[in-house]
């Protein structure tokens, strides 16, 4: 697998199998909109091959250490990891996580073919709405195959452009900003829930 698509599939991985949409910008402001919830902290399950383990990071400051780990199989010898610096974002009553690539200095060189290409990566964002932590953390995540949709539709709904036919965001924070507050109920947009629960108790009965 080429080296620039390593983190796309696992941010894939992440995102229950969808292709994240990508974001050149932040979706928060440091000083305005990222607030810190201890109830992240600790490791959730999403079923018995996926965990989702938040650790405080040591910076920036407020963000979140995301390793993401999936195992293919329970009786596969390997399992996929991500590592991601997230932060919470609070805009008005909602809440949302902006999760990026941990620096590659943090990554694992030995593991990455193409050293050198990383100096010619770009890391870009990708937003996840978050309908409740406690008891269990559910949150709705993006799918470039049904933003593109939703932007063939409505391309002004938000600044953007496609490369390679998924749809890549352009827009200012502040813009960002609007974009998920308006749309954040629109399943075209945040699509299915996910549902973790924490490690240690047992998912609650439909």
């Given at each position: 697998m080429k080296t620039k698509n390593i983190l796309l599939y696992l941010l894939a991985g992440l995102l229950g199998g969808c292709i994240p949409v990508l974001s050149l910008h932040p979706l928060f402001d440091e000083e305005e909109n990222v607030v810190f919830d201890e109830k992240l902290l600790g490791t959730w399950v999403e079923d018995p091959n996926t965990t989702w383990e938040f650790s405080r990071a040591e910076e920036?400051?407020?963000a979140y250490k995301l390793i993401y780990t999936y195992q293919e199989k329970e009786d596969a010898k390997e399992k996929l990891k991500g590592l991601f610096?997230?932060?919470l974002v609070k805009l008005k009553d909602n809440l949302?996580?902006?999760g990026c690539p941990a620096p590659w200095?943090?990554?694992?060189?030995?593991k990455i073919e193409w050293a050198y290409n990383t100096l010619f990566l770009?890391?870009?964002h990708t937003f996840i709405k978050i309908n409740s932590i406690e008891p269990q953390l559910k949150m709705q995540v993006t799918d470039d195959e049904k933003m593109r949709e939703f932007l063939e539709a409505d391309p002004n709904a938000v600044k953007h452009t496609l490369l390679d036919d998924k749809p890549v965001l352009t827009a200012s924070t502040e813009e960002l900003q609007a974009f998920v507050l308006k749309y954040a109920d629109?399943?075209?947009v945040f699509t299915g829930e996910i549902i973790l629960v924490r490690k240690g108790t047992k998912p609650e009965k439909p």
């Open positions: 920036p400051k407020n610096i997230v932060r949302f996580l902006d200095e943090q990554q694992d060189p030995n770009i890391p870009g629109d399943d075209r």
